[in-house]
T-cell receptor, first 109, second 115 residues
Framework: SQQGEEDPQALSIQEGENATMNCSYK?????LQWYRQNSGRGLVHLIL?????REKHSGRLRVTLDTSKKSSSLLITASRAADTASYFC?????????FGEGTQLTVNP | DAGVIQSPRHEVTEMGQEVTLRCKPI?????LFWYRQTMMRGLELLIY????????DSGMPEDRFSAKMPNASFSTLKIQPSEPRDSAVYFC?????????????FGPGTRLTVL
């Protein structure tokens, strides 16, 4: 079974709007991370939330974690065209990460 | 800091040929990961090393794939013989593994096309 499944698979919004992406997972975790991948590039770490945290902020990013529901959400506020990318959640259950399939976000200018 | 360095960035080869992908992790990092990314299967972990020792190679598709890490600053992923279904983007990532924190730093990837 796939650990770290994101939804939606694709999201298209207008610049200035907020974008919310969700991630569900199946096993217990140490932490959950979100990464961004621009087309043709490697993944870049955005934010990490530990299993004992419920919410975390970093600039325009807000991440929540609900371990009882085994789910997380990533909110990008006041989106910009430059936020267009694929976003992946990754669960850390030890020394390795397991990535989801990603959400393709398109921010239209 | 140069980040994780991968070479080549692009590789086009014919079926049956040997392919070697190279990775230089960030200096001071003690773990190195090889991933494969395709549209069909997403991002898959192939193998990872800790302190130059392979820890988990369960993601390696078959015996045609092999990986080595002869020292802390270099790793290779070899495919021999290559097949068209090996076409993908291969990423190397590294990190300093520490309890409760496991951010990984990715290289730019090698786009492999096997004809």
């Amino acid at each position: 079974s796939q650990q770290g499944e994101e939804d939606p698979q694709a999201l298209s919004i207008q610049e200035g709007e907020n974008a919310t992406m969700n991630c569900s997972y199946k096993t217990s975790i140490n932490n959950l991370q979100w990464y961004r991948q621009n087309s043709g590039r490697g993944l870049v770490h955005l934010i990490l939330i530990r299993s004992n945290e419920r919410e975390k902020h970093s600039g325009r990013l807000r991440v929540t974690l609900d371990t009882s529901k085994k789910s997380s959400s990533l909110l990008i506020t006041a989106s910009r065209a430059a936020d267009t990318a694929s976003y992946f959640c990754a669960t850390d259950s030890g020394s390795r990460l397991t990535f989801g399939e990603g959400t393709q976000l398109t921010v239209n200018p | 800091d140069a980040g994780v360095i991968q070479s080549p960035r692009h590789e086009v080869t014919e079926m049956g040929q040997e392919v070697t992908l190279r990775c230089k992790p960030i200096s001071g990092h003690n773990s190195l990961f090889w991933y494969r990314q395709t549209m069909m299967r997403g991002l898959e972990l192939l193998i990872y090393f800790n302190n130059n020792v392979p820890i988990d190679d369960s993601g390696m598709p078959e015996d045609r794939f092999s990986a080595k890490m002869p020292n802390a600053s270099f790793s290779t992923l070899k495919i021999q013989p290559s097949e068209p279904r090996d076409s993908a983007v291969y990423f190397c990532a590294s990190n300093l593994l520490a309890a409760g924190y496991n951010e990984q730093f990715f290289g730019p990837g090698t786009r492999l096309t096997v004809l």
